[in-house]
């Protein structure tokens, strides 16, 4: 009984309702850069961001994140993306699709995000991050200005008519159990800074919209006020 109530503990410390992580030992020390992130951002001569992009599978958040990271590159600013599949294969491969497996991936993906953003990066994160509250916990990681929710919106079931990968069908012949929109949740972001309907808008015209709201958020201010906070 003590063992189980000790593993129940254990399991809400590690990845919380809505407590935060603390670091296992008291026996470590945080050490400063002797350069920070204005520095940085001066030297890159644009700002640095978390763009986030959330939606289901198919919607085309890989397709965009790459395309942006693209088209960023050939305006000089620098970006890097972190694509859910891929980070599945290296950093979060002892991770799966359970709610808690979920949260631990995107707490780690907030976490890794806030290091590119420090670094005077853009970071274009790309998970489904099906739960809202997984999203908050992110958005409350990072100052305001330095996090956008981009919604990549579309229908389940042009989702379901793209299935890039396959796996919405083998989600209905029951071969993926927990698959997000057949039979794990979905919850459409609120809020979100930025929608990107792809059912209705081409992939150049997708970029061209993210391209214009980084603009007119003056995420590409050069000079003295490319560093805001
Ligand atoms: N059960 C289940 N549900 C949803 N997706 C699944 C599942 N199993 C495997 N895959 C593949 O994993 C990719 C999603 O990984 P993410 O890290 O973005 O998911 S999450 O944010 O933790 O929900 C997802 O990639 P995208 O299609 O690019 O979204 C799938 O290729
Ligand atoms: N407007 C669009 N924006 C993005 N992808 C689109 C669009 N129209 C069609 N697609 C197609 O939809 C699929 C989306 O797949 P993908 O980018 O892997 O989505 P996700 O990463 O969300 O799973 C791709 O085959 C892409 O070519």
New binding site residues.
Partial sequence: MIQIVALILKKSIRYGGDEQLEPKSNHITWHDSNINRKDRCISNQHRSCALWLT?????G??TLAFALEKALFARKVSSYVL???N??HGL?QD?G?SPE??KE??RRIGEVSKLFVDAGLFVIA?????NEKDREMVREMFEPEDFLEIYIKCSLEECERRD??G?YRK?REGK?????GIS?QYDVPAHPHIVIDTEHLTIEASIALLLEQLESRHYFMEGNAIYSP
């Fill in positions: 939606g289901l599978s198919g919607s958040k890989s694509d859910g599949d980070i599945r979060n991770l699709f497996d979920r991936n995107i790309a998970f489904i991050s099906p890039p990968k796996l989600a993926i159990p927990n698959f997000t794990a």
